[in-house]
């Protein structure tokens, strides 16, 4: 029963976002599936890049602003939990479990001055690269830089 009306939703959410809503869902099955192949294989793996999803309310500047967002759907948020609950580690979130951290800001309303961000851009981590995660950082002030992007770079450090 939990499936169909899993499907339900996701028909709904697709009729009131468009099909653009509906490709980032099945992009995030088949990276889903990617992934559980990827463990399989029980080596060091990294699924790192801009997932366009914040996965929590620490990951977005004012919550309550982004609730009918795609990058915040309740929908794009499991999805990306399911892949966490598969093994993966969130590097980021790991490492600090209760800040506010972001890596995107948007360019207009003074967003990057006033620290209204977004956390979108991820590192996954296998269980065999986890186990030697040290740091997981954000360089906010290269995104402060003249002509910079609105992503900062987000890397880690393994031991």
Known sequence: MASLSAVFICRMATRLL???F???L????RLHDY?????ELDIPVALVGDFNVMPTDLDVYKPERWRDDALFRPEV?????????????DAVRHLHPDERIYTFWKYFRNAFARDAGLRIDHFLLSPALADNLKQAKVDKSVRGWDHTSDHAPVWIELL
């Open 18 to 20: 468009g099909t653009k």
């Open 22 to 24: 509906d490709y980032k």
């Open 26 to 29: 099945r992009w995030f099955e």
């Open 35 to 39: 992934a559980a192949e990827l463990l």
């Open 77 to 89: 948020k499991a999805a990306f939990a399911a892949l966490v609950e598969q093994g993966w580690t």
